[in-house]
């Protein structure tokens, strides 16, 4: 099985600030990797897929990138709707598999 | 639109099984994979098995020797069943889809999750 490792496990950021997770991949995944957000009592909502692209409705400070093995997520100026935890998921082999998630907390 | 809810017991006991019904909307289980993926409490999501749109299935290796998922297309229903329960079985479960392009895309719609806890 594919293992996602996901860092940093939390992190608290202020109003305005620009946060990264990243993800890396225990093989090359091409790309096929989605970020998700999940806040409390709620179901996840895919913000990014193919590693980089921006699913309709999210905002625009989401962003993803990266490429082989090693994928991150930016929010360039963290908002308090932003607060939550994020995962990272690949797509690329059967079984899929998800990162351990990111908790994000504004400052 | 697009919508996807789960259905079944939110008590099982140990060593039954679990039987869960995702019930979907606004697309057709021929054109879309549907998934499904569980939570524990306070913890990570795991991918337990896929439904694809032709009606093949993929199951977690770790999950493979106790679960099964099955459809009813003129219902647009499918069905997760797994067996010999234990406590760490307990958590949300949860039905989602994809799409079947050849770039990966990801669960864009998700249901609301149903809790299942196991407990005598």
């Known amino acids: 099985d594919i293992q996602m490792t996901q860092s940093p496990a939390s992190l608290s950021a202020s109003l305005g600030e620009t946060v990264s997770i990243e993800c890396l991949a225990s093989?090359?995944?091409?790309?096929?990797l989605a970020w998700y957000q999940q806040k409390p009592g709620k179901s996840p909502q895919l913000l990014i897929y193919g590693a980089s692209s921006l699913q309709d409705g999210v905002p625009s400070r989401f962003s993803g990138s990266g490429s082989g093995t090693q994928y991150s997520l930016k929010i360039s100026g963290m908002q308090p709707e932003d607060e939550g935890v994020y995962y990272c998921?690949?797509?690329?082999?059967?079984?899929?598999?998800f990162g351990a998630g990111t908790k994000l907390e504004l400052k | 639109q697009v919508q996807l809810k789960e259905s079944g017991p939110g008590l099982v006991q140990p060593s039954q099984t679990l039987s869960l019904t995702c019930t979907v909307s606004g697309f057709s289980l021929t054109s879309y994979n549907v998934h499904w993926v569980r939570q524990p409490p306070g913890k990570g999501l795991e991918w337990m098995g896929r439904m694809r749109y032709n009606g093949d299935t993929s199951y977690n290796s770790a999950l493979k020797s106790r679960l099964s998922i099955s459809r009813d297309t003129s219902k647009n229903q499918v069905f997760l069943k797994m067996n010999s329960l234990q406590t760490d079985d307990t958590g949300t479960y949860y039905c989602t889809r994809d799409t079947i392009y050849s770039s990966y895309r990801g669960f864009d719609y998700w249901g609301q999750g149903v809790m299942v806890t196991v407990s005598s």
């Open positions: 998921q690949q797509g690329y082999k059967y079984p899929y598999t």
């Open positions: 093989e090359g995944i091409s790309n096929s």
